[in-house]
Nanobody
Framework: VQLQASGGGLVQAGGSVRLSCAAS????????LGWFRQAPGKEREFIAA????????TYADSMKGRFTIARDNAKNTVYLQMNNLKPEDTAVYYC????????????????????WGQGTQVTVSS
């Protein structure tokens, strides 16, 4: 199984970035998908998750309204659209796949995810 995240880079505050995560080696539509991030010196934190069909989404409160998760099961890809970026959004962003079909609060927990991508760096300059 491989999850390949891309789309990171350097962006100015107030700008937008769309991250992509392409999956292979798994039945993509059978997995809930999540995005997490880890800033320097901090623990990894939950950003958003999307259900297998894409009909359910959930977000960390601090990112609701600025970030949008989406998936394309035909392309085996999950996306994270990030708008109005702030310097505190600087982090390594990770995608992850969860093989348990159950939804709810569990999809916010790192340990529920079976597979992880390698991460992509997003740096927001002020």
């Amino acid at each position: 199984v491989q999850l390949q995240a891309s789309g990171g880079g350097l962006v100015q505050a107030g700008g937008s970035v769309r991250l992509s995560c392409a999956a292979s080696g798994l039945t993509f539509s059978s997995y809930n998908l999540g995005w997490f991030r880890q800033a320097p010196g901090k623990e990894r934190e939950f950003i958003a998750a999307i259900s297998r069909s894409g009909t359910l989404t959930t977000y960390a409160d601090s990112m609701k309204g600025r970030f949008t998760i989406a998936r394309d099961n035909a392309k085996n890809t999950v996306y994270l659209q990030m708008n109005n970026l702030k310097p505190e959004d600087t982090a390594v962003y990770y995608c992850a796949a969860d093989g348990n079909p159950a939804w709810g609060i569990r999809v916010r927990r790192e340990y529920e995810y079976n597979y992880w991508g390698q991460g992509t760096q997003v740096t927001v300059s002020s």
